[in-house]
C-alpha cells in the first residue's frame, strides 16, 4: 500500500503542483476573486464538487452572486447543491458581512500572516463555514500549507492508509486538530506535503485533479 501511494503521487506530482500553483494566483486576483472562492466552499458539504463549481458559474453569468437575493440564489442552486436555502442564505449573510470596500475584509483576513488564525476567524465569523470549509477555502487560496480538509474522502484514505483507526462519527473542534495532527505526521513519513494529499486521495478517487 505503502508503495502504490507514492507511485501514485509520483505520477501526479506535477499535475497536483500546477493546480496548487493556480491557487496561490488566484489569491492574488483581489476581494472578488476570493468570494467566489469563499462561495464555493460554503456550497460543498455534502454535495458535489463539481456540482458546486456549476452552480457558482451559474450564479455569476447570472449576476447574482453579487447582487442576488438569498431567494433568487436559493432557485439557482436547487437542481445543483443540496440545502440550497440555507447556503442561499450563508452566500447572502457572508457577501454583506465581507464585501464592503470589494472584499477588502476578506482579503485582510485571508492573508494574516498566521493561516490558523484566519481559519479560526472563519470559522467563528462565516456562517456556514466549519473547520473543513475554511481549511477548503485557504488552500483553494494557495494558503494551504499545514491545513487538512477533513472531508470523508480524506478520512476515508487516512484510515486505508493507517493513519487513522477509526472514522470519527462527528469532528468536534479538538478532534478535528488532533485528526489534522495526525494528518501532518502521515505526510511527513511519506513525504508527501498535506496539500498535495487532498488532492491526491481526491484523484484517485475521481481522476481528477480539481479543487
Known amino acids: 500500500m505503502r508503495s ?12 497536483i503542483q500546477a493546480r496548487l500553483d493556480l491557487f496561490k494566483r488566484a489569491g492574488k486576483m ?15 458539504p455534502q454535495s458535489k464538487a463539481l456540482s458546486c463549481d456549476s452552480a457558482l458559474k451559474e450564479l455569476k453569468r447570472r449576476g447574482l452572486l453579487y447582487g442576488g437575493s438569498a431567494e433568487e440564489i436559493a432557485a439557482a442552486l436547487a437542481k445543483k447543491v443540496r440545502f440550497h436555502n440555507k447556503k442561499a ?21 485571508s492573508f494574516l500572516p498566521d493561516s490558523m488564525q484566519a481559519r479560526e476567524w472563519l470559522v467563528k465569523n462565516v456562517k456556514g463555514m466549519g473547520w473543513k470549509e475554511a481549511s477548503h477555502y485557504l488552500r483553494n487560496i494557495g494558503r494551504g500549507d499545514g491545513i487538512a480538509i477533513l472531508d470523508r474522502h480524506i478520512l476515508k484514505n487516512l484510515k486505508k492508509h493507517n493513519a487513522i483507526r477509526s472514522m470519527p462519527k462527528t469532528l468536534t473542534a479538538k478532534k478535528y486538530l488532533l485528526i489534522e495532527k495526525k494528518m501532518e505526521e502521515f505526510c511527513r513519513k511519506r513525504r508527501i506535503p498535506m496539500a498535495h494529499l487532498d488532492l491526491l486521495f481526491w484523484s484517485e478517487e475521481t481522476g481528477k485533479v480539481f479543487k
Open 30 to 44: 483581489g476581494g472578488k476573486r476570493l468570494f467566489e472562492e469563499l462561495a464555493f466552499c460554503l456550497l460543498t
Open 4 to 15: 502504490s501511494l507514492a507511485e501514485s503521487y509520483r505520477k501526479r506530482k506535477k499535475q
Open 89 to 109: 442564505e450563508y452566500l447572502v449573510l457572508a457577501r454583506e458581512s465581507l464585501g464592503q470596500g470589494f472584499f477588502r475584509k476578506l482579503e485582510e483576513i
